[in-house]
């Protein structure tokens, strides 16, 4: 079985920093290595993804509005695996291609909310290709779309140390946009007194805006921001942490930083939006919070939580293992038909 994998191109696979599609990616393409599949990744040239690779650019392009550039990698990387027994997308703009070329054997998984614009496309991808959602609560808000399987990401527990949370710092660690809530995690720190500090993705002029705007006058009084943080000091500093200040004002799909934080035992405060709920046990691996004033309350209660279970949820429920199997169990599926 030669499965070819097609990552989108804005970022390498793994990524450096920022990058939680790239992430899931690479984690499922070594998962299926090491199961003993013929992985070939469609991507760019600065991937490191120890699997075989094929491209056309040598570097990452444009960003998740850019069109052309995901048409022509979508184009290009369609013709590249035409070898491969089945190809998993996970691009937007590349399932409409597959179709038009014909291409049997696909699998695309949607990894934005299925609902608003991109309802009728996934509507119509799931009547002709089978759509795997990345949450129930993803699902959920489209009811139209033929959600073939749930699959929640996962993680290589073994590469996220437990950490003690010696910090004494509460850690907001995301892309800094509104509805990642940035500047109400400086909001909440502050009523708390706990210091805060931020690690963001600051790359886009939306993201630069909101940070000059709202983000940048709070800064100060324990208040620090970081930049885009990686590797491992991005494992340090989860581990560290008190906890996981993630004031989510939107559905996210799912939320790989909620689990990386559990995975170091490190618990998260969150709102009950999107898959949150389906991450986070409340009054077990962090607290789920109606409001403002309830996440202030809820990090008073920190020492109630164990930091080991934190972890453990992470080993028994979003292990990279399960994320692999969940998906092989698929491919095998679809291949028989």
């Known amino acids: 079985m030669r499965i070819g994998v097609l990552a989108p191109p804005w970022l390498p696979v793994p990524p450096t920093s920022y990058g939680g599609i790239e992430a899931a990616v690479d ?11 013929d992985v070939v990744l469609w991507t760019v040239g600065d991937s490191s993804a120890p699997v075989p690779k094929r491209y056309a650019v040598q570097s ?13 990698h979508v184009a290009l990387g369609y013709a590249a695996l035409a070898d491969c027994d089945l190809v998993h997308d996970h691009t937007v703009a590349g399932p409409a291609w597959s179709l038009s070329v014909g291409r049997r054997c696909v699998v695309t998984t949607c990894h934005a909310p ?10 119509e991808y799931s009547w002709r290709l089978p759509v795997i959602a990345i949450s129930h609560d993803q699902a959920s808000r489209a009811p139209e779309v033929r959600v073939a399987r749930v699959i929640h990401h ?43 500090k931020i690690a963001a993705k600051m790359r886009d002029a939306d993201e630069q805006e909101y940070f000059a705007s709202e983000v940048e006058p709070l800064l100060g009084g324990g208040v620090e921001y970081l930049g885009e943080v990686g590797g491992d000091d991005k494992l340090r500093l989860l581990g ?21 934080a559990l995975a170091c035992g490190t618990p998260v405060v969150t709102y009950p939006h999107g898959a949150a709920p389906e991450i986070v046990d409340d009054g077990k691996t ?6 403002h004033a309830g996440m202030v309350e809820a990090l008073a209660d920190l020492d109630t939580l164990d930091r080991q279970v934190c972890r453990r949820t992470v080993v028994e429920r ?19 038909r």
């Not at 509005?65 to 048409?71: Q, T």
């Not at 299925?114 to 509507?123: N, S, T």
């Not at 939107?250 to 790989?256: A, K, L, N, R, T």
């Not at 962090?286 to 409001?291: H, Q, S, T």
């Open 154 to 196: 996962g993680i290589d527990v073994g590469r996220y140390p437990p950490g003690t949370g010696d910090g004494e710092y509460l850690l907001f660690l995301g892309r800094m946009a509104p509805e990642k809530g940035a500047a109400e995690a400086v909001q909440v720190a502050r009523a708390t007194g706990m210091p805060l």
């Open 27 to 37: 984690l499922l393409v070594r998962g299926l290595t090491q199961q003993g599949v």
């Open 114 to 123: 299925m609902e608003g614009l991109l309802a009728p496309v996934y509507r």
């Open 240 to 260: 560290a942490a008190r906890a996981l200040l993630n004031p989510i004002r939107w559905p996210e799909p799912f939320g790989m930083v909620m689990i990386e």
């Open 318 to 336: 979003f292990s990279a293992e399960a994320m692999v199997a969940a998906h092989l169990e698929l491919y095998e599926q679809l291949l028989c």
């Open 286 to 291: 962090g607290f789920l919070c109606r409001d």
């Open 60 to 72: 990452a392009v444009g960003d998740m509005n850019s069109l052309p550039e995901e048409l022509a």
